[in-house]
């Protein structure tokens, strides 16, 4: 610029005269005028912003457009500066560019009044101004032509969280960058920001969708300057609420219209407000004719007022209901609902509609009472399966628990069903089980239960019977009903039945046991025979468990070896030799101690435990006849073997193979024992194993002998080579004239057929005497030695001595004309025996008293008087009969006179008059030769 024209500046104008650099908008020189109406040094004005002096909102956005080449020129315009000591200067402004060719713009400004604020008044406004702008809850972002930022509220930069550090840069591309970097379409928001020009215009609305989910409402419109468009402003509304909320409402628009379920929204007062369409198709009310009406309006009338009344006590207390009920179509059809009713509240917490959801599950019921009916009903029958059984007789049981009556479960089988369906097919099977089920239904009585577990099981449940009589009425009608002649398929078939019965409260099981109870009783009656019935032994019952019981402990007690051996001499009297032993099994219980085979052998007996434990008697004798015979003892052993195990199909090889296990034992040293009583029940079987024994070179012996019915011709066909007197006839025979007789006779077809006979029981050496008198020499029984351990036995044989009195009579036998003489002897003992019992029990009537009216009395005056009268050692047995009688009379007196402690201390005298008696017979035995 040319020194002359600043001169002119200087020194001729009053006018503010200002020459701007439009590239960066800084005064670059002012004149006089300028410093004095503005009041600032020449210094502070020139390098500053012209923006900094003229700041009023348009013409900040004017120098902005300067700036960027776009503004005009301006003429007479208004226009305000910023005084240097705060006040405003108002002025009449030109604005043209300067000749040449520098580009600079000349500002022209003629003062037209001075207006002065205080910087208070000035903060004041700019406070107010600011605060409306924070106090809009848009985001709110101005900016100029060019686009850029000219101003900002707080509510934007949260909106879009923009950090402070970028704020404090007054980087606007850094800004706009941050801003499409927030979208969730960074590039579809840059290609709308490119569209909405600064300075169009247009009004502008948009949704903006950005990554986190938020959602802006973006509002833009120009901002101008009287006519002049000076940049635009943006509003930033978020409605991410208002946008959920209105998805949430047009997806329950959604659910309430496409539902599956019937959907009906009543007020207070149960009035129809909305349905929708699943409503009309389950109800057959359209909307209109629904809407207004009562919602009792579909009450079947199924349901009473009671359970409606406990439906609105939920809905008010607790604010729902849910449940099943039967309503009515408009049609009149009944339908089941599943219905959830729940209330609508304001806040106040005031019920204000209700809302009922309800599905159509009718045929879900009928679906469900088929299967009912397929899971508690007999398919074939149509009759109560056992499923419901169990459920009726439960309830059956408490109703006569609280009748106190009596109750019948009858479990009922048909006899030859099978047979019949074999050989006529199983429809024609099928047919006659359904005509005999509904027969046996009609015989019950209405109220009673018939069930069908299956095939051709029934059970009947009899309720509220007054005593057993009726119950047998009803048997007997079932019986009939059973047995009654079918007619099918051209066909007369008929059958019979068995009948199980147990009766309640006498039987006082539970459900499970009176059904397994009656189960047992018709299993009773079918081996009775058929076509009747069978009454269940509760007692019998309580016998078969504990038999069961002692059956497992049995079998776990081989398993833990707790059995034993015990072994008990057999000898001969006559000559004084031990022949042998017998094995003889004992529990050696951990709590009971030793038992005895009495107590526990018997609840196996036909149960295949007894084969397992007599395979282990078998096999612990064989050892223990090996291990005595390393020991130099040679001793024959008996093993006592069930029926039941010897029967076994393979008993002989089993046997062969234990023999061949011990060769040391010859097989001739063992001895199996079978009772006679076993042995005849299957003679001819039994035969051929005995010969199967014998053949292995074992011996059999019949155990018992004398129990059974046994005929001369069985004892033939059995060919066991030893008889055993059973121990019962043995101890009695001292004194009991018929054992006597038994014993003898055993003895005699001993002898005739060739057999070996023992006799087990004895127990007083007066027992051997009177077995070697007639004839038996071997014996066992306590008198001898009772069973002892296997280690006890070696010692025992080498020690045993025989009774002395058997060796006075080694070489006696009485003859049988002489046989009379031993019976006298018995029938003595007997009177003895009777006598002090009667002491012993005054309620007992003692024997007969006179000498010639006891039994040994009357053979003395009769028979004996006959044969022996003329011997003298006859004639000297009559005053010692006499004296026998003299003391039992006084001891008789003694206990009538209650003086029973003389009577006890008597008793010597007594034994020893039967003694003396029974001496002076054996010596008229003597006399009569009976040594041969």
């Known amino acids: 610029m040319s020194d002359d024209f600043s001169h002119l500046l200087v020194e001729h104008c009053n006018e503010i005269l200002l020459?701007?650099?439009?590239?960066?908008?800084?005064?670059?020189?002012?004149?006089?005028?300028?410093?004095?109406?503005?009041?600032?040094?020449?210094?502070?004005?020139?390098?500053?912003?012209?923006?900094?002096?003229?700041?009023?909102?348009?013409?900040?956005?004017?120098?902005?457009?300067?700036?960027?080449?776009?503004?005009?020129?301006?003429?007479?315009?208004?226009?305000?500066?910023?005084?240097?000591?705060?006040?405003?200067?108002?002025?009449?402004?030109?604005?043209?560019?300067?000749?040449?060719?520098?580009?600079?713009?000349?500002?022209?400004?003629?003062?037209?009044?001075?207006?002065?604020?205080?910087?208070?008044?000035?903060?004041?406004?700019?406070?107010?101004?600011?605060?409306?702008?924070?106090?809009?809850?848009?985001?709110?972002?101005?900016?100029?032509?060019?686009?850029?930022?000219?101003?900002?509220?707080?509510?934007?930069?949260?909106?879009?969280?923009?950090?402070?550090a970028l704020l404090l840069a007054h980087d606007d591309a850094a800004v706009y960058a941050y801003m499409a970097s927030r979208a969730r379409d960074p590039q579809a928001y840059r290609r709308r920001a490119a569209e909405i020009r600064p300075d169009s215009d247009d009004e502008t609305s948009d949704l903006l969708y950005l990554a986190g989910g938020q959602v802006f409402e973006c509002k833009s419109r120009p901002a101008r300057q009287r006519k002049l468009i000076i940049g635009r402003v943006f509003s930033f509304t978020?409605?991410?609420?208002?946008?959920?909320?209105?998805?949430?409402?047009?997806?329950?628009?959604?659910?309430?219209?496409?539902?599956?379920?019937?959907?009906?929204?009543?007020?207070?007062?149960?009035?129809?407000?909305?349905?929708?369409?699943?409503?009309?198709?389950?109800?057959?009310?359209?909307?209109?004719?629904?809407?207004?009406?009562?919602?009792?309006?579909?009450?079947?009338?199924?349901?009473?007022?009671?359970?409606?009344?406990?439906?609105?006590?939920?809905?008010?207390?607790?604010?729902?209901?849910?449940?099943?009920?039967?309503?009515?179509?408009?049609?009149?059809?009944?339908?089941?609902?599943?219905?959830?009713?729940?209330?609508?509240?304001?806040?106040?917490?005031?019920?204000?509609?209700?809302?009922?959801?309800?599905?159509?599950?009718?045929?879900?019921?009928?679906?469900?009472?088929?299967?009912?009916?397929?899971?508690?009903?007999?398919?074939?029958?149509?009759?109560?399966?056992?499923?419901?059984?169990?459920?009726?007789?439960?309830?059956?049981?408490?109703?006569?628990?609280?009748?106190?009556?009596?109750?019948?479960?009858?479990?009922?089988?048909?006899?030859?069903?099978?047979?019949?369906?074999?050989?006529?097919?199983?429809?024609?099977?099928?047919?006659?089980?359904?005509?005999?089920?509904?027969?046996?239904?009609?015989?019950?009585?209405?109220g009673d239960t018939l069930a069908r577990l299956g095939g051709d099981e029934f059970v009947a449940v009899l309720t509220d019977l007054r005593d057993k009589g009726e119950c047998e009425a009803i048997l007997q009608r079932l019986l009939q009903a059973a047995a009654s002649p079918v007619r099918v398929r051209r066909r007369t078939l008929q059958l019979s039945a068995s009948l199980g019965v147990t009766l309640y409260p006498q039987d006082g099981g539970d459900a499970d046991t009176l059904l397994r109870h009656a189960d047992q009783a018709m299993y009773q009656a079918k081996q009775a025979g058929?076509?009747?019935?069978?009454?269940?032994?509760?007692?019998?019952?309580?016998?078969?468990?504990?038999?069961?019981?002692?059956?497992?402990?049995?079998?776990?007690?081989?398993?833990?070896?707790?059995?034993?051996?015990?072994?008990?001499?057999?000898?001969?009297?006559?000559?004084?030799?031990?022949?042998?032993?017998?094995?003889?099994?004992?529990?050696?219980?951990?709590?009971?101690?030793?038992?005895?085979?009495?107590?526990?052998?018997?609840?196996?007996?036909?149960?295949?435990?007894?084969?397992?434990?007599?395979?282990?008697?078998?096999?612990?004798?064989?050892?223990?006849?090996?291990?005595?015979?390393?020991?130099?003892?040679?001793?024959?052993?008996?093993?006592?073997?069930?029926?039941?195990?010897?029967?076994?199909?393979?008993?002989?090889?089993?046997?062969?193979?234990?023999?061949?296990?011990?060769?040391?034992?010859?097989?001739g040293r063992l001895e199996l024992e079978v009772l006679e009583t076993a042995a005849l029940e299957g003679i001819a079987q039994i035969s051929r194993l005995i010969e199967g024994c014998r053949a292995l070179g074992v011996s059999f012996s019949l155990d018992d002998f004398g129990t059974g019915y046994s005929s001369l011709t069985y004892l033939k066909r059995l060919p066991a080579t030893v008889l055993k007197i059973d121990q019962s006839f043995v101890r009695d025979m001292l004194w009991d004239t018929e054992d006597l007789a038994i014993v003898e006779g055993v003895i005699g077809l001993a002898a005739a057929f060739r057999r070996t006979v023992i006799a087990e029981g004895v127990e007083t050496a007066e027992h051997g005497e009177l077995l070697l008198r007639l004839g038996c020499d071997l014996a066992q029984g306590y008198g001898i030695a009772r069973p002892m351990p296997a280690a006890a036995l070696p010692a025992w044989v080498a020690g045993w001595q025989?009774?002395?009195?058997?060796?006075?009579?080694?070489?006696?036998?009485?003859?049988?004309?002489?046989?009379?003489?031993?019976?006298?002897?018995?029938?003595?003992?007997?009177?003895?025996?009777?006598?002090?019992?009667?002491?012993?029990?005054?309620?007992?009537?003692?024997?007969?008293?006179?000498?010639?009216?006891?039994?040994?009395?009357?053979?003395?005056?009769?028979?004996?008087?006959r044969r022996y009268g003329h011997l003298p050692e006859f004639i000297a047995i009559a005053p010692v009969h006499e004296a026998v009688h003299a003391i039992g009379r006084e001891l008789l007196a003694l206990r009538a006179a209650d003086r029973v402690a003389q009577a006890r201390a008597r008793m010597g005298e007594l034994h020893a008059a039967r003694d003396a008696l029974i001496t002076h017979l054996h010596a008229l035995a003597g006399r009569m030769g009976a040594v041969r």
């Open 19 to 164: 020459l701007v650099d439009p590239a960066t908008l800084d005064i670059r020189s002012a004149n006089a005028a300028a410093l004095r109406h503005l009041g600032y040094a020449r210094t502070e004005l020139l390098g500053r912003p012209i923006t900094d002096i003229e700041c009023a909102l348009t013409d900040v956005f004017y120098w902005e457009e300067v700036r960027q080449g776009i503004a005009p020129e301006v003429h007479d315009a208004e226009g305000s500066y910023l005084r240097a000591d705060g006040g405003l200067l108002l002025a009449t402004k030109t604005i043209t560019r300067a000749a040449g060719d520098s580009g600079w713009l000349v500002v022209c400004a003629v003062p037209v009044g001075k207006l002065r604020r205080t910087e208070d008044e000035l903060a004041d406004m700019g406070a107010r101004l600011r605060a409306t702008l924070e106090a809009t809850a848009d985001g709110i972002l101005l900016v100029d032509r060019a686009g850029a930022i000219v101003n900002m509220n707080r509510r934007f930069s949260l909106l879009w969280e923009i950090p402070d």
């Open 238 to 446: 978020d409605i991410t609420e208002r946008k959920a909320a209105e998805a949430r409402l047009k997806l329950a628009a959604s659910v309430f219209t496409h539902a599956h379920e019937g959907i009906m929204i009543t007020d207070t007062t149960g009035c129809i407000v909305e349905v929708n369409d699943t409503f009309t198709r389950i109800t057959g009310y359209a909307r209109e004719e629904a809407l207004g009406q009562r919602a009792r309006m579909l009450s079947s009338g199924r349901q009473g007022p009671e359970f409606y009344a406990a439906m609105w006590r939920d809905l008010t207390s607790v604010g729902h209901w849910h449940g099943e009920l039967w309503n009515k179509r408009k049609s009149g059809e009944m339908y089941a609902e599943k219905l959830s009713i729940a209330a609508v509240r304001d806040g106040s917490d005031q019920s204000q509609h209700y809302v009922a959801l309800f599905s159509d599950i009718t045929d879900l019921k009928e679906h469900q009472r088929q299967l009912e009916h397929m899971a508690h009903y007999d398919a074939l029958t149509g009759m109560p399966n056992r499923v419901l059984l169990a459920d009726r007789l439960k309830q059956a049981i408490v109703h006569t628990r609280r009748r106190r009556k009596l109750l019948a479960l009858v479990y009922l089988d048909l006899d030859g069903f099978k047979e019949v369906n074999d050989a006529h097919g199983h429809d024609a099977g099928d047919q006659l089980l359904i005509t005999i089920a509904q027969r046996l239904k009609e015989a019950l009585r209405e």
């Open 530 to 667: 058929k076509n009747r019935y069978h009454l269940f032994d509760p007692e019998r019952d309580r016998q078969t468990q504990t038999h069961r019981e002692s059956q497992k402990n049995i079998a776990q007690a081989l398993a833990r070896r707790e059995f034993v051996l015990y072994y008990q001499p057999k000898v001969n009297m006559r000559t004084g030799e031990v022949v042998g032993a017998e094995a003889l099994i004992r529990w050696q219980h951990p709590e009971r101690g030793l038992v005895a085979p009495g107590e526990f052998l018997p609840f196996v007996e036909g149960h295949d435990l007894i084969a397992h434990i007599g395979d282990w008697v078998l096999d612990t004798a064989l050892a223990q006849m090996a291990a005595w015979r390393r020991e130099g003892l040679d001793l024959a052993v008996s093993v006592n073997i069930a029926a039941h195990h010897l029967q076994q199909e393979n008993f002989l090889v089993r046997l062969d193979e234990k023999l061949l296990a011990h060769p040391e034992v010859p097989p």
């Open 802 to 865: 025989p009774e002395p009195v058997w060796a006075a009579c080694r070489n006696t036998f009485v003859s049988r004309d002489d046989l009379p003489l031993t019976y006298a002897e018995v029938d003595h003992r007997n009177w003895v025996k009777a006598l002090e019992t009667c002491l012993a029990d005054a309620a007992l009537a003692p024997p007969p008293l006179a000498v010639d009216e006891c039994r040994f009395g009357i053979w003395y005056h009769g028979d004996g008087q």
